[in-house]
């Protein structure tokens, strides 16, 4: 009984952590005066330094000259928006 205790709270501890891992998503903006169009830089990200870098390498590799990008915490799709816990650039 004692180990299958152990294991159930192990199998918690290890899950919490899950939870609580950071998970930036990226956004591009080729006209950065026309937020209403932009494309995904990817989802699901470790750092915002990864987020970030994958943004900056769209913009560069389509030689966007007025673009801009912003990365997104733990992004969620709720009431027809993405509500993102905080987002940097």
């Known amino acids: 009984?004692?180990?299958?205790?152990?294991?159930v709270v192990m199998g918690l501890f290890i899950t919490s952590c899950d939870?609580?891992?950071?998970?930036?998503?990226g956004y591009v903006y080729p006209n950065k005066n026309n937020l209403s169009n932009f494309i995904s830089a990817g989802n699901g990200f470790s750092s915002f330094e990864q987020c970030q870098a994958?943004?900056?390498?769209i913009i560069r590799s389509n030689n966007w000259q007025n673009a801009d990008y912003e990365c997104?915490?733990?992004c969620k799709f709720k009431d027809g928006m993405n509500?993102?816990?905080k987002t940097a650039k």
Do not use: T
């Not at 939870?19 to 998503?25: G, M, P």
């Open 1 to 7: 009984m004692k180990k299958l205790f152990g294991i």
């Open 19 to 25: 939870l609580i891992s950071e998970r930036w998503d």
């Open 54 to 57: 994958a943004c900056i390498s």
């Open 72 to 74: 997104g915490l733990n």
């Open 83 to 85: 509500i993102c816990e």
